[in-house]
Nanobody, 129 residues
Framework: QVQLVESGGGLAQLGGSLRLSCTYS????????VGWLRKAPGKEREAVAC????????YYAGSVEGRFTVSRDRVKKTVYLQMDSLIADDTGVYYC??????????????????????WGQGTQVTVSS
């Protein structure tokens, strides 16, 4: 049974930083996709970052490129999302997402609609001025 457990999030100042963590378990392969998707009121959901758990290649949505960094620790089976230079539009609920296909990460830069296999419970990120 696959589980994705998020931690981190909370309140940050405009221009500030936050880090999210997602610990994953239960995948039958070590070569899968794990990433982050956010939902904000009145906005379309958006997958913002993804990484292959084996090759460590990151993928980003254009809206966060250069400000967010996704990384992974294979031993701890944890994926991190370092969010810097936060803006008001970054406010939302952030979900850790996972997929049995590493190639699913390729949908993130193109904003292609995709049905991710697994979701975490979500964590709130609020950016205030």
């Amino acid at each position: 049974q696959v589980q994705l457990v998020e931690s981190g999030g909370g309140l940050a100042q405009l221009g500030g930083s936050l880090r999210l963590s997602c610990t994953y378990s239960g995948f039958s392969s070590d070569d899968v996709a794990v990433g982050w998707l956010r939902k904000a009121p009145g906005k379309e959901r958006e997958a913002v970052a993804c990484i292959g758990t084996r090759d460590g290649i990151p993928y980003y949505a254009g809206s966060v490129e250069g400000r967010f960094t996704v990384s992974r620790d294979r031993v701890k089976k944890t994926v991190y999302l370092q969010m810097d230079s936060l803006i008001a539009d970054d406010t939302g609920v952030y979900y850790c997402i996972g997929d049995r296909l590493r190639e699913a990460c390729g949908n993130v830069p193109t904003s292609a609609p995709y049905s991710w296999d697994y979701w975490g419970q979500g964590t709130q990120v609020t950016v205030s001025s």
